[in-house]
């Protein structure tokens, strides 16, 4: 049950009271069929008193204990009422538009509250016991007069939008990287001078808007492989580097209009999916030519820059033409010095395929996409002494595990070998001792070794798309991991007692396999974040739970646990 309340500088006390008397219309000789004794059916959940010219709430709001659902937003508040903790079912409140200067303590008992909009206030600091808020999901606290952010925020890990933008911050708390839920971070229009270097892993965040600050540089991004959109126009950021780009695999949109940006570095390239680059009113005076390459970028944007090599008549046609011209020019400079030389009658077959770039500078060693049965010699002999940190040997013809991996055992932490058709794992990658990500998706595996237990430092192993029947015991025994996927296999049965041992672990993916039952034990595995089960042929938990996300789940297995 729902009300709203009409224009008004005060709450009329039946609303506070509307659980308690028994309505006007009962007291009359009218005989009501059950169905129409509202009165008697539900308490008050949904309470709307926005855009009133409310001064003031009564602390009779804890008459109306049911409460999911309390929206203030648009009046007049200067302050809000300490009873607001008691209500302890309340799910979403919003009180922006107000003229709050605090916040009630009392308010961070509302354990279960999963919605806080505090936007457009006049708020300075905040309580310290904000951390409380644990099962939060969508905080605003935009257009405040905020100077710093409590610690506290740390324990926020359900977290999945955060809105700090128009406040008065001139840094951030490194502990904010804790919140590993979090997808959307504004801090548009603030003072930061700098972001603290863990905010890179951020393994969530795909949104991020530093606008309209004081930034000289952009973070390095080493874990935020979801990142989608980067937004950091208006700063005062003169270098753009190659360590800025070349983890940022999802970035779809790069705005860095009106900053100080002298070039453009060749990675820029490496982000495949790109679709609309901002670099307008900049002091970049020539780009690689290579952008053209990009296949997804729909919009460019390069006007007010000091540009040598593109006519001013260019810049106003538009991107494709733009793209055109670019890649027109990518001939004419390949036979420049200090590119790879030309292929001719002596260069051995894969000596043009190497890039020795991406080797040296990126310590990637990539041979993907190539529909090869092996991988060649020459790739493994050109890394030499240089230290490769990420192999991609994705989307081939493989029936094994290339033996040669083991030259990279000491500097190697992230491997694809994904979409191959690779049967077994071999010893030969059980001694990856660095190794912190593993993909191995899309391919034939029916079982893992049991040597694998020596990859200590695995954090990360996706299984998907494979012929698993069983869950792999030896991933019991990897006490790093903090995300399994074994999504669409054929798993029948996991152990709930192994999986609690594995305190790190955050994500679970079991969708679509052929668990017949889900054992109610594992909803003692608290530290998990994230549990797929979708697609399996268990009868419980029903649809309608597992709709509910992680939380609930975990919480309806534990009450099926037998006493």
């Known amino acids: 049950m729902e009300t709203s309340v009409f224009v008004s500088h005060k709450v009329p006390q039946h609303v506070w009271r509307i659980n308690l008397d028994t309505p006007e219309e009962a007291h009359q000789n009218l005989s009501f069929g059950a169905a129409d004794r509202w009165w008697e059916q539900t308490d008050l959940t949904k309470l709307i008193l926005a855009s009133n010219k409310l001064q003031c709430l009564s602390e009779d709001v804890k008459l109306l204990p049911a409460l999911i659902v309390l929206d203030v937003h648009d009046n007049q508040l200067t302050s809000l009422p300490s009873a607001l903790g008691e209500l302890e079912n309340l799910q979403k409140l919003d009180v922006s538009h107000n003229k709050l200067k605090s916040i009630p303590e009392e308010l961070m008992q509302l354990s279960h509250l999963k919605s806080l909009l505090l936007h457009h206030n006049e708020l300075s600091h905040l309580p310290d016991g904000f951390g409380q808020l644990v099962n939060l999901e969508e905080l605003d606290l935009s257009n405040n007069h905020l100077t710093d952010i409590p610690t506290s925020f740390a324990l926020l890990i359900n977290l999945v939008r955060l809105n700090l933008a128009c406040n008065q911050l001139k840094n951030l708390p490194a502990d904010i990287s804790a919140m590993k839920s979090l997808r959307q971070l504004d801090c548009t229009k603030n003072y930061l001078e700098t972001v603290p270097s863990k905010l890179a892993t951020m393994a969530s965040l795909e949104q991020l808007y530093l606008r309209k600050n004081k930034l000289r540089s952009l973070p390095e991004f080493p874990s935020c492989k979801l990142l989608k959109e980067l937004h950091a126009g208006e700063n005062q950021i ?32 490496l982000l495949q999916k790109l679709e609309r680059l901002d670099l307008a009113n900049n002091d970049i005076s020539r780009l690689p030519y290579t952008l053209g390459n990009l296949p997804q970028l729909k919009f460019l944007a390069l006007e007010g820059n000091p540009l040598r090599t593109i006519r001013r008549d260019l810049l106003q046609k538009g991107t494709q033409e733009l793209l055109k011209y670019l890649r027109s020019k990518i001939q004419d400079d390949v036979t420049r010095p200090n590119e790879e030389p030309p292929v001719t009658a002596m260069t051995l077959p894969s000596e043009s395929r190497i890039n020795m770039h991406a080797i040296t500078s990126l310590k990637l060693l990539e041979y993907s996409e190539k529909q090869a049965a092996v991988i060649p010699d020459e790739m493994f002999n050109a890394v030499r002494s240089n230290p490769v940190t990420t192999v991609n ?16 055992k000491d500097s190697v932490c992230d491997v694809n070998l994904g979409f191959n058709k690779i049967s077994s794992i071999s010893l030969e990658l059980c001694v990856l001792h660095k190794l912190t990500h593993l993909d191995i998706r899309n391919n034939v595996l029916t079982s893992l070794p049991e040597e694998m237990e ?110």
């Open 238 to 269: 003169e270098i753009l580097d190659a360590e800025n780009l070349k983890h940022l695999n999802s970035l779809s949109v790069l705005e860095l209009r009106d900053n100080k940006i002298k070039s453009v570095p060749d990675e820029i390239t």
């Open 393 to 408: 040997f994705s989307k081939n013809q493989l029936n094994e595990i290339p033996p040669r991996i083991v030259e990279l």
């Open 454 to 563: 020596a990859l200590t430092r695995l954090q990360i192993i996706n299984l998907s798309f494979n012929r698993f029947k069983a869950f792999p015991s030896v991933l019991y025994r990897i006490l790093a991991l903090e995300t399994i996927l074994l999504s669409n296999n054929q798993v029948g049965s996991i152990d709930p007692l192994q999986l609690k041992k594995m305190d790190k672990l955050g994500t679970l993916d079991l969708q679509n396999n052929d668990l017949l039952q889900v054992p109610p034990e594992l909803g003692n595995c608290e530290t998990l974040r994230t549990l797929l089960l979708e697609g399996n042929p268990f009868r419980t938990p029903r649809a309608a739970i597992l709709a509910k996300g992680t939380a609930a789940v975990l919480e309806y297995l534990r009450s099926r646990i037998p006493t």
